[in-house]
């Protein structure tokens, strides 16, 4: 007898589903095998291993030492035990040009989808053509640091937002199954999310995206670094860990979180 856990997993159909039905999709990044199993007994639907990891995890000060090989690894820990909810890992600072890479967080760490940042549209088409699923990712991109500065919100100026908007189509002609928008003015991820027939996840992007991300260890308050102002510590009012979870994801599937104070 086989007794191994039976697997349901959310598919693209399930999550665009739900967008078109005006349900809203809930994200946690997850980098580990324990954190993914209660992420997934809790009922997320998404989980995202990120390259956020460089940061909260391996202690750099930015995602950009993060390599392929680091992210394989996570992304397979964190597929092995869950059961349900859909994964998307990201592909870290210089591993897009080859598409051997995303075939690597498909095929050894067992990803459902791929996301990249940037309006990199031909590289997505490129991906999609050849059966690998891809998230874009556009507003605030942390590979860019050095190019911004300073992580801040994106989209503010008319011409900024107006970029951000073609980009947006842009990638979706280009194939993308998704898109997250990161730290950009609620209206402008508003007007995106309304515009567009792929699911819209936000962080740092309002109430009126198809769904929200945020990073595990921001919504734990256990990060190294300061938490940023869209995001909420969800320990505050919780007595576990799996309590501070499951508030997150009835929060926003009800639409009350990310309130104006953690928008923009
Ligand atoms: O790496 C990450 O955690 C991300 C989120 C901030 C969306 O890309």
Redesign the pocket.
């Known amino acids: 007898m086989n007794d191994k856990p039976i697997k349901t997993l959310l598919t693209v159909n399930d999550l665009a589903a739900m967008k078109e039905c005006g349900e809203k999709i809930t994200c946690l ?1 997850a980098y580990d095998a324990s954190f993914s199993a209660l992420i997934d007994k809790v009922g997320i639907d998404m989980m ?1 291993v ?3 990891l460089g940061m909260v995890i391996q202690g750099c000060d930015t ?1 950009l030492p993060v390599t392929i090989a680091d992210m394989v690894y996570h992304t397979r820990c964190v597929t092995k035990a869950r059961r349900r909810s859909f994964v998307i890992a ?1 592909l870290p600072f210089m591993s897009y040009s080859t598409p051997a890479n995303a075939a690597k967080l498909m095929q050894r760490g067992g990803a459902q989808m791929v ?1 990249l940042e940037g309006p990199r549209f031909e590289i997505v088409s490129f991906l999609v053509d050849q059966g690998i699923p891809v998230c874009g ?1 556009l507003g605030l991109l ?1 590979q860019m640091i050095n190019q911004l500065g300073t992580y801040k919100l994106q989209g503010k100026e008319p011409a900024e937002a107006k970029q951000i908007i073609a980009d947006a189509h842009l990638l979706q002609q280009a194939g993308a199954g998704m898109l ?1 928008l ?1 730290c950009v003015p609620a209206e402008l991820a508003k007007e995106i999310s309304a515009q567009l027939s792929i699911p819209v996840i936000g ?1 740092g992007a309002g109430v009126d995206c198809d769904g929200q ?1 945020l ?1 595990l260890y921001d919504m734990l308050d256990v990060g190294i670094d300061k938490r940023p102002r869209f995001s909420k510590n969800f320990m505050l009012q919780a007595a576990t860990i799996e309590a501070a979870i499951d508030a997150y994801h009835q929060a926003v599937k009800k639409a009350l979180f990310p309130s104006l104070e953690h928008s923009f």
Do not use: F
Request: glycine content about 6%; cysteine-free.
């Open positions: 990044t995202l990120g390259d956020s995602t990201d996301k990712h942390p997250v990161e962080i991300v990073v």
